[in-house]
Nanobody
Framework: VQLQASGGGLVQAGGSLTLSCTAS???????IGWFRQAPGRERDFVSA????????YYADSVKGRFTIARDISKNTVYLQMDSLKPEDTAVYYC?????????????????WGQGTQVTVSS
């Protein structure tokens, strides 16, 4: 699976951004997750969605502000980020899960995109 993430940028606090992750390749994936990593910190789970049922999952820190969605026809997952805060600043990565493991655990994901920078100014 190859993953192409896009949509990052610089935004003021309270603003919005939409990230996209497009998957290609022959290997089957059952879910796409978004993770983020700030300088000096671990890569943390943000959100995920299953391809078949569209079941969505969120970290507590983004629940109510971020919305994940998928477009099966385009093999693309979107992460709509509203009410952004400076603490949301990080490199955001999308990843593909190919086995039925804990969807919130980065170890469950075999394929990763290149990352896109999101910077929220105060």
């Amino acid at each position: 699976v190859q993953l192409q993430a896009s949509g990052g940028g610089l935004v003021q606090a309270g603003g919005s951004l939409t990230l996209s992750c497009t998957a290609s390749g022959r290997t089957y994936s059952n879910a796409i997750g978004w993770f983020r990593q700030a300088p000096g910190r671990e890569r943390d789970f943000v959100s995920a969605i299953t391809w078949s049922a569209g079941a969505s999952y969120y970290a507590d820190s983004v629940k109510g502000r971020f919305t994940i969605a998928r477009d099966i026809s385009k093999n693309t997952v979107y992460l709509q980020m509203d009410s952004l805060k400076p603490e949301d600043t990080a490199v955001y990565y999308c990843a593909a899960r190919t086995r039925m493991r804990d969807i919130r655990n980065k170890g469950s994901y075999a394929y990763w995109g290149q990352g896109t920078q999101v910077t929220v100014s105060s």
